[in-house]
């Protein structure tokens, strides 16, 4: 299992949302790139990094420092946030040298373009489903829709996706430990690579959550907040 520490941007910042809410921020860090440059010097070969920014206005807005966070740190980047586009898409992969870009708000609400980008691109693109109670949400987390969140997965595998990145929104930023039951759903229902996310809150959370049989686990303000031992988190998954 590969543990994804999480850089969540917004104007330029590494920050937390709280269930999602952008009303509800905290910094902490001005500066992402340094930021990644710790997670690499701790052991970390992976990065997962959301551009909040564009996750709700659909327009890039935080890309130049993803790319120096993939040039200068040498980490696979696992990246989310706006990508809408072909010409997005693109950019992300084969000039600023990111790893996998996930596709989330795009993925229900633009099927063409979700499957044209499997298609090229195949692994490298990831698919992020969102869930709240159960039901994926998009935009950004602001609005939900009608489809629940094993069902999409599903419809993601028959056009190509290999690893969805499975976020439970109302654990998220919460410390509340993770969503164990939902996330062992997702992973037997779909057969793919899932990457669990929201509500890590300890050292045995990250070590526990592998029984889920996910494929790696992203861990944000649980780290930020002094409650998880990266570095022991490592040795020991």
């Known amino acids: 299992m590969i543990i994804y520490p999480a850089i969540d941007l917004l104007g330029g910042k590494c920050v937390r949302l709280r269930q999602g809410r952008y009303d509800d921020v905290t910094v902490y860090n001005e500066d992402p790139v340094a ?15 959301v551009d909040l920014d564009a996750a709700r206005s659909g327009v890039p807005a935080n ?8 040039v200068k740190t040498g980490l696979k980047v696992d990246t989310g946030g706006g990508i809408r586009n072909m010409d997005t898409l693109s950019r992300l992969i084969e000039e600023y040298g990111v790893s996998r870009a996930v596709l989330g708000t795009s993925a229900i609400k633009d099927p063409e373009f979700t499957t044209a980008a499997l298609e090229k691109y195949g692994a490298k ?28 997965a599903l419809k993601m595998k028959e056009i190509g996706a290999k690893t969805i990145v499975f976020t439970d929104i109302s654990r998220d930023g919460m410390l509340s430990g993770p969503a164990f039951d939902a996330t062992k759903e997702m992973v037997e229902a779909s057969g793919l690579d899932i990457i669990a996310s929201g509500g890590i809150s300890s050292d045995e ?9 996910c494929a790696g686990v992203i861990v944000g303000k649980a780290y930020y907040e002094g409650k998880v031992d990266l570095v022991r988190c490592l040795q020991n998954v």
């Open 205 to 213: 959370d990250i070590i526990n959550i592998k029984d889920t049989g």
């Open 35 to 49: 930021q990644a440059q710790a997670f690499r010097g701790m052991g970390c070969e992976w990065i997962h990094i």
């Open 63 to 70: 890309h130049e420092i993803i790319r120096d966070i993939a």
């Open 125 to 152: 693109v990831g698919i992020g489903i969102d869930a709240r109670n159960g039901f994926v949400s998009v935009d950004g987390w602001t609005n939900d829709s009608t489809m629940k969140a094993t069902e999409f």
